[in-house]
T-cell receptor, first 110, second 113 residues
Framework: DVKVTQSSRYLVKRTGEKVFLECVQD?????MFWYRQDPGLGLRLIYF???????EKGDIPEGYSVSREKKERFSLILESASTNQTSMYLC?????????FGPGTRLTVL | GENVEQHPSTLSVQEGDSAVIKCTYS??????FPWYKQELGKRPQLIID?????GEKKDQRIAVTLNKTAKHFSLHITETQPEDSAVYFC????????????FGAGTILRVKS
């Protein structure tokens, strides 16, 4: 059974803090994705990666960066958290098409 | 631009009735269409998918149909049960979407018992 894990289920941070969200997959898949989920907006792609040290911007990359130093780990970084980044963050890993999601991190920025 | 339209946004059905959710995509070269179910507080889970070389796929009470000419695909749930209550997301991949999945906005399905 494929497994995608995220470092925290709930996180509370203050405006201006640097935030790291970690994602690990055990599927040996090249592809990893970060989404944010907001009511009525579905799943919006922030960044994705098709290989180690490779990253591409998704639809809403502003205010975020990513790091992929190892195949199994994909980190989302909020350089300076703002209140409009309060959201559910979902990581996914996958092969050529199907994606498998992690449990999500609910981030609140005060 | 890349866009997947999903309707309806909410759907209430009586237990035992059928539910249909429809999605429309913009690029005829898209070739992979998954459906995800997300129960309250849980991760989205893949429930069924279809590729562009197939018109219909079934798995027990759920089925997906694809109309390439009209560029839409639909999820059909028969004999609905309370545990079918969830948010359902469609997605499309390929063509202008590249290798990314572009998701619809989601449908909240409520099955009333």
């Amino acid at each position: 059974d494929v497994k995608v894990t995220q470092s925290s289920r709930y996180l509370v941070k203050r405006t201006g803090e640097k935030v790291f969200l970690e994602c690990v997959q055990d599927m040996d898949h090249e592809n990893m994705f970060w989404y944010r989920q907001d009511p009525g907006l579905g799943l919006r792609l922030i960044y994705f990666s098709y290989d180690v040290k490779m990253k591409e911007k998704g639809d809403i990359p502003e205010g975020y960066s990513v790091s992929r130093e190892k195949k199994e780990r994909f980190s989302l970084i909020l350089e300076s958290a703002s209140t409009n980044q309060t959201s559910m963050y979902l990581c996914a890993g996958g092969g050529a098409d199907t994606q498998y999601f992690g449990p999500g991190t609910r981030l609140t920025v005060l | 631009g890349e866009n997947v339209e999903q309707h309806p946004s909410t759907l209430s059905v009586q237990e035992g009735d059928s539910a249909v959710i429809k999605c429309t995509y913009s690029d005829s070269a898209s070739n992979y269409f998954p459906w995800y179910k997300q129960e309250l507080g849980k991760r989205p889970q893949l429930i069924i998918d279809i590729r562009s070389n197939v018109g219909e796929k079934k798995d027990q009470r759920i089925a997906v149909t694809l109309n390439k000419t009209a560029k839409h695909f639909s999820l059909h749930i028969t004999e609905t049960q309370p545990e079918d209550s969830a948010v359902y997301f469609c997605a499309a991949q390929g063509g202008e979407y590249g290798n990314k999945l572009v998701f619809g906005a989601g449908t909240i399905l409520r099955v009333k018992s």
